[in-house]
C-alpha cells in the first residue's frame, strides 16, 4: 500500500481511527465488503452507525432493522461498504429477515463479517456464531456490550474466545464508541488478509450423519471443485434447504466459487 | 483462469442430478433427525466456549433492577393500567405541550406572513386566480398542516423514541402476547402494531419479523387500525374540542388525551378482533409460538434520540404532509372558485355526498375531505375547515370562499365547525371514521409490495372502510334514539 517505512504509529489502531472517513451512504466504489450480522438487539445499527456516521435509527427492541442497511467509510486507504443486516437468532428457519440475511451472507460472498454478540448473554450469541463461520470463513467477533458484562460482573476472556473460535475478537460497547478502532483494525486485517482465520468447524457426533456428510461432501466438491464452505452446503441439502437445492440445480453454487476465486487472486 | 472459470461453468447436469438425488437419498437413510442433531451439536458447542471464556460473578447476585422493573410492568395486574397509564401521560403531555407553539406557529405563518404574501403578490400585479391559488390555496394549506402538525408531533416523537430506547416496547409485546394468541396471531403483531402507531406504511413493513405467512398476513391487513401521525393531530384536535371543552379547563387536558387513548385502545380492539376473524375465516389456522427476547433496560441516550426523533421522524413526516398539502391546497382553491351554474364545483360535490354523510353521522364535507386526504391522512382538518366556511357561507371568518384561514385556537376552530352543524356526534363519528377508513395511498403501496397480491391490498383496503361506514351508521341511530 505505501513505500514508506513503517512508523511506530502505524500499527496502532487509534493513530488509524484518525483516518477513518465516513462516507455515509457514499458508496460509488469500494474495495471490501463488510457485512454486520448478529443476534436481534445486541447492537449491530449502534456500530454500523458508529462506522458509517449515518444514522440508522436504533431502538432497544429485538427486529428493528428488517431490512438491509449499507453505508460506507474510509480505512487505511481502502474503501469498505457496511452491511447492516437483520437481527436474527439462528440462519437455519426461515422467516424474511432470517433469509435477508443468510443470502447476503452465502450469496453477497462479503469480505468480511462483523459478527456483533452480546457480552452478556454470550452462549446463546454464540450459536449464530458458529452457523455463521460453518459459512464464511472470514470474520471478525464483535463482543459488544462489554460495559453492560462489567457492571453485571461478568468476564469475558476475549484471547481465549478467539482462539477457540478462530476468529479475531474485539471487545467494544459501541454506544460509547469504545472497541472501535479495534474493531476496524482486526476489519482491516481480515479483509487485507493480513490476518487468516482458522474459524471453528462444528463437531459432529452421530457417525450416521457424518458418514451421510462426507459421501454428499465429495460429490459437491467433485463438481464444484472451487466451493469454501462444501460441508455446510451438504448439511443444508441433508436437511432439504429448498434455497440450497435450488441453488445447486441452477448452478448459482458455481458462480459463487467462480467468484471467490476472482476474489482471492485480486487480493493476491 | 479463464478456462478453468469455463470449465466451471460447463458442470454437467448430471452432476447437478447426483447430488441432489444422493442428498434424498441420504436425506432418508439418516431419518428425521438431522436438523435437530444439527442444532444440539451447535448448542453443545457454543455451551463449550462459552463456559470456557466466561467468568461468571459468583456470590450472590445484586439486587437486580431489571427483574424487579419486569415483574411489575409485565405483571398481570400492573401491566396493562401502566400501559394505559404511560400512553395517556404521553398523550397528556403531547396536548398539552403543543397548545401555544401551534398558537404561535399559526399567528407567524397565517396571520403575519399571509397578508404580507398577498401584498407582495398585489404588488407584482399577478392576478387575482394566481394569487388566489398560490397565497390562499397553496400556502394555506401548508401553513394549515405546519402549525397543526409539528407541534404535537416533535412532542409526541421524542417521548415515543424515548419509549423505545429504553426498552419499553417488548414488554408490550409480552403482555399482549396472549390476547394475539388467542386472536390466532402472532404475539409479534403488538411490535408492528406499536410500529404502526407511528407510520402504517412502516407498520406494515415491520411485519418481516413474523415467520409465518399467514399471520404475517394478519398482522399487515390490521396494521391500519393503529391510529397514525397523520392521524394523531385529527384525534387530538376534535377529541379537545367536542370532549375536552364539555369538562372544566383544569380538567380538559385528561378529558382529551383519555378520549385519545379510548380512540386507540378501540384500535387496538379491532385489530384483535379482525385478526380474529381472518384467522378463522380466510386465513385459517394456529398460532405458532415464538420466544421473545426481554431485552435490559438501558439509558435512553437523550440527545440522540432528539436528533434522530426530530430530525429523521417529525422531518420527514412533517415534509411528506406539506409535499401532499400543497397540491390539495391548490385544488381546494380551484374547486370552491370555478362555478358550475350558480354554485361552485365543491359545493356541488357537498351537496350531493351530504345525504349519505348525515346518515353516517358525518357530513358532506367530511366524506370529501376523506377522498381529497387519500394521499395523505394529514390534510383531512385543513380541508374540512376550509369547506365548511364555504358550505355554509360563513363570513367574518378567513377571507372568503376557498381560503383556509387563521384559526390559531381551538376555540375558533369549534365556532366554525358549530356554525357549520357539528354536534358531538359529528365530532366522535369523526374520530371513529378517522380510526376506521381506508388507508392513505402510502400505506396500500407499501401493502401490495409485502404481499405482492392484488387481493389481499384490496382486502386490507376495503375492510376497515366497510367498518368505519357501518360502526358510524350504529353510532347515529343509537345516538339519534337516545338524544333527539
Redesign the interface.
Known amino acids: 500500500m505505501s513505500q514508506t517505512p513503517k512508523e511506530n504509529c502505524d500499527d496502532c489502531p487509534v493513530h488509524n481511527l484518525g483516518n477513518l472517513t465516513k462516507l455515509g451512504i457514499n458508496m460509488s466504489q469500494f474495495d471490501f465488503v463488510v457485512a454486520l450480522a448478529g443476534n436481534?438487539?445486541t447492537g449491530k445499527s449502534t456500530v454500523f452507525n458508529a462506522l458509517t456516521g449515518l444514522?440508522q435509527?436504533?431502538?432497544?427492541?429485538?427486529?428493528k432493522t428488517?431490512?438491509r442497511a449499507e453505508g460506507g467509510f474510509v480505512y487505511g486507504n481502502k474503501r469498505f461498504k457496511l452491511v447492516d443486516l437483520?437481527g436474527t437468532?439462528s440462519l437455519?428457519?426461515?422467516?424474511?429477515?432470517e433469509e435477508v440475511a443468510r443470502d447476503f451472507i452465502l450469496f453477497g460472498q462479503p469480505d468480511v463479517t462483523v459478527i456483533v454478540v452480546d457480552a452478556?448473554r454470550?452462549?446463546?450469541n454464540?450459536?449464530l456464531?458458529?452457523?455463521v463461520l460453518e459459512i464464511t470463513h472470514r470474520a471478525v467477533v464483535c463482543l459488544n456490550l462489554i460495559d453492560?458484562a462489567q457492571r453485571?460482573?461478568?468476564?469475558?476472556?476475549?484471547r481465549?474466545?478467539a482462539k477457540?473460535?478462530g476468529v479475531p475478537v474485539v471487545a467494544a460497547a459501541a454506544?460509547q464508541e469504545e472497541g472501535i478502532p479495534e474493531l476496524l483494525k482486526n476489519v482491516y486485517d481480515v479483509a487485507s488478509g493480513a490476518y487468516i482465520c482458522r474459524p471453528?468447524r462444528?463437531?459432529?457426533?452421530?457417525p450416521?450423519?457424518e458418514k451421510?456428510i462426507s459421501?454428499?461432501t465429495a460429490?459437491?466438491k467433485?463438481?464444484?471443485?472451487?466451493l469454501p464452505n462444501t460441508r455446510w452446503i451438504?448439511?443444508r441439502?441433508?436437511?432439504?434447504d429448498q434455497k440450497i437445492?435450488d441453488a445447486?440445480?441452477s448452478?448459482e453454487l458455481?458462480n459463487l466459487?467462480?467468484k471467490s476465486?476472482a476474489t482471492r487472486?485480486a487480493v493476491q | 483462469m479463464k478456462n478453468r472459470l469455463k470449465k466451471e461453468q460447463r458442470t454437467t447436469t448430471a452432476g447437478k442430478e447426483s447430488i441432489l438425488s444422493s442428498a434424498n437419498t441420504l436425506r432418508w437413510e439418516i431419518g428425521e433427525h438431522v436438523h435437530d442433531s444439527l442444532i444440539e451439536s451447535i448448542y453443545a458447542d457454543a455451551n463449550q466456549i462459552a463456559s470456557r471464556a466466561v467468568t461468571l460473578p459468583d456470590g450472590k447476585p445484586r439486587f437486580d433492577f431489571d427483574k424487579k422493573l419486569d415483574s411489575l410492568i409485565t405483571s398481570r395486574w400492573f401491566g396493562f393500567p401502566l400501559m394505559f397509564l404511560l400512553l395517556a401521560f404521553v398523550f397528556w403531555l403531547t396536548v398539552e405541550g403543543a397548545n401555544i407553539p401551534s398558537a404561535l406557529i399559526a399567528s407567524l405563518l397565517v396571520d403575519t406572513m399571509h397578508p404580507w404574501l398577498r401584498s407582495v403578490f398585489v404588488l407584482i400585479g399577478s392576478p387575482w386566480w394566481l394569487t388566489g391559488v398560490l397565497a390562499d390555496g397553496v400556502w394555506l394549506a401548508m401553513a394549515w398542516v405546519v402549525s397543526v402538525m409539528l407541534p404535537p408531533m416533535a412532542i409526541f416523537f421524542p417521548l415515543f423514541t424515548l419509549l423505545e430506547d429504553f426498552g419499553y416496547l417488548p414488554r408490550v409485546a409480552f403482555n399482549m402476547d396472549s390476547l394475539f394468541r388467542r386472536a390466532g396471531a402472532h404475539g409479534k403483531q403488538s411490535l408492528s402494531m406499536t410500529m404502526g402507531f407511528g407510520c402504517n406504511a412502516a407498520g406494515v413493513v415491520a411485519t418481516r419479523i413474523i415467520d409465518s405467512p399467514r399471520e404475517r398476513l394478519i398482522a399487515i391487513i390490521t396494521n391500519n387500525f393503529s391510529l397514525c401521525n397523520g392521524r394523531w393531530p385529527t384525534q387530538i384536535l376534535i377529541a379537545s374540542i367536542f370532549f375536552g371543552a364539555l369538562a372544566p379547563p383544569a380538567l380538559a387536558g385528561f378529558i382529551t388525551a383519555g378520549a385519545v387513548v379510548g380512540v386507540a385502545t378501540l384500535g387496538i380492539f379491532f385489530t384483535l378482533v379482525v385478526s380474529w376473524g381472518l384467522s378463522r375465516t380466510l386465513l385459517k389456522g394456529e398460532a405458532s409460538s415464538f420466544s421473545l427476547e426481554l431485552p435490559p433496560y438501558r439509558p435512553p441516550q437523550l440527545w440522540q434520540t432528539l436528533y434522530t426523533s426530530l430530525i429523521d421522524r417529525t422531518a420527514i413526516v412533517l415534509w411528506r404532509a406539506i409535499v401532499f398539502a400543497a397540491p390539495a391546497g391548490a385544488v381546494i382553491w380551484l374547486v370552491s372558485n370555478i362555478h358550475v351554474g350558480t354554485m361552485s364545483i365543491a359545493e356541488h360535490f357537498i351537496n350531493f355526498s351530504n345525504p349519505f354523510g348525515m346518515l353516517l353521522g358525518l357530513n358532506g364535507v367530511i366524506i370529501i375531505a376523506y377522498i381529497i386526504a387519500i394521499p395523505a391522512n394529514e390534510i383531512v382538518i385543513p380541508t374540512v375547515l376550509m369547506m365548511t366556511v364555504l358550505s355554509t357561507k360563513l363570513s367574518g371568518i378567513g377571507n372568503g370562499a376557498g381560503v383556509m384561514f387563521e384559526l390559531n385556537e381551538a376555540t375558533a376552530v369549534a365556532d366554525v365547525l358549530r356554525a357549520g352543524g357539528w354536534t358531538v356526534l359529528t365530532g366522535l363519528n369523526l374520530m371513529l371514521f378517522s380510526l376506521l377508513h381506508n388507508p392513505c395511498s402510502t400505506t396500500i403501496y407499501t401493502i401490495y409490495k409485502e404481499t405482492k397480491s392484488v387481493k389481499w391490498t384490496a382486502l386490507a383496503t376495503v375492510i376497515p372502510t366497510i367498518m368505519g361506514i357501518v360502526i358510524c351508521f350504529l353510532v347515529a341511530q343509537i345516538y339519534r334514539l337516545l338524544f333527539v
Do not use: C, M
Open positions: 436481534p438487539n444514522r435509527h436504533t431502538g432497544n427492541w429485538p427486529g428488517v431490512t437483520p437468532y437455519l428457519s426461515t422467516s424474511t429477515d452478556t454470550l452462549e446463546r454464540l450459536n456464531v458458529l452457523q453492560e453485571h460482573n461478568i468476564k469475558v476472556d476475549t481465549r474466545l477457540d473460535l454506544r471453528y462444528l463437531e459432529r457426533t452421530a450416521r450423519l451421510a459421501e454428499l460429490k459437491i467433485k463438481e464444484f471443485p472451487l451438504a448439511l441439502l441433508l436437511d432439504g437445492i445447486v440445480k448452478g458455481g466459487s467462480a476465486v487472486e
